[in-house]
């Protein structure tokens, strides 16, 4: 079965119901069951007031004071309770995280839990100034993180099941959420998305943190939350995949998520695994 929208109910097995928007009582938002709940909020761009109030905090944390929020930066949100684990993700999560990894540096996309990268700019330099492009920021304007939920930190020997995971299953609810998305100033694309998958069986969440930097490179990092519904343990993947503009693609295939997805799998990352014990 496709993945099913979030707005068309189907009729559910025993024990699960639909979260509906308080606003509007046709519009499912999220799903709920004796041992978890998932709830989406998908809402449009930050208000200038609370821009203003994330870019302070960015700049607060990051002690960078150019430092700034993605353009489109939006209110959308997930909120996963599965026992006394409470997982509640927004833009403000992800962008701190971010803010308190840059540190100032003359080279453009310093992060400090990623290496410094060749940018393209610095790859056509010459000693003319006229030569320089765009001028090279200090800070990591590609806003590249590698947050993961921390509540999940017991490293684990235990693997995501692939097999179940790729099974053609009901899919009972699904969602898609937009966190943030840049266009890095015409440099390439920077997206945080959360995708969303529940079954009679179990809840599957995904994070990606898709940069790609025009004639430089292509990276992704990704976190996945399994959770057998009725059992006692979430299980967390995180993998990060970083590909050289030279190892050959087009640039129009990371706009489409189905394209990127099946170029990444192509590649090797390097994954590592939690578990928490509810």
């Known amino acids: 079965m496709n993945a099913l929208n979030q707005s068309t109910p ?3 097995p025993e024990g699960f119901n639909y979260i509906y928007d308080e606003t ?6 999220g ?20 821009t203003d109030e994330l870019t302070s905090s960015i700049r607060n944390l990051s002690k960078i004071p150019q430092a700034s929020p993605p353009e489109a930066t939006f209110t959308s949100s997930l909120t996963l309770k599965i026992s006394n684990l409470t997982l509640h993700l927004t833009s403000q999560t992800y962008l701190h995280h971010w803010a308190s990894t840059i540190c100032p540096y ?17 790859r056509t330099w010459s000693p003319s100034p006229s030569t320089l492009l765009t001028p090279l920021l200090p800070w990591d304007w590609t806003y590249t993180t590698h947050y993961s939920p921390p509540q999940i930190s017991t490293i684990s020997v235990t693997t995501l099941p692939v097999k179940i ?17 840049s266009d890095l100033d015409d440099s390439g694309s920077s997206t945080l998305t959360i995708s969303i998958r ?6 599957y969440v995904r ?10 490179l292509v990276r992704c990092f990704d976190w ?21 503009w030279e190892e050959g693609f087009e640039v129009k295939v990371w706009d489409d998520p189905v394209e990127a997805d099946g170029i990444l799998r192509g590649y090797d990352g390097v994954k590592n695994n939690y578990e928490l014990h509810l």
């Open 10 to 12: 189907v009729t559910l």
């Open 24 to 29: 509007n009582s046709s519009e499912i938002v």
């Open 31 to 50: 799903l709920s069951h004796p041992t978890f709940s998932i709830k989406t909020f998908k809402g449009p761009i930050l208000s200038s007031a609370a």
């Open 106 to 122: 003359t080279h453009p996309s310093y992060n400090t839990l990623i290496p410094p990268l060749p940018s393209y700019i610095g």
């Open 165 to 181: 995971l790729i099974e053609r299953l009901p899919i009972i609810y699904s969602s898609h959420v937009i966190i943030y998305d």
């Open 198 to 203: 529940c079954t009679s069986t179990y809840v």
């Open 207 to 216: 994070s990606r943190n898709l940069v790609r930097i025009d004639n430089v």
């Open 224 to 244: 996945r939350v399994y959770y057998e519904i009725g059992s006692r343990i979430v299980f967390k993947e995180t993998e990060f995949k970083c590909i050289q």
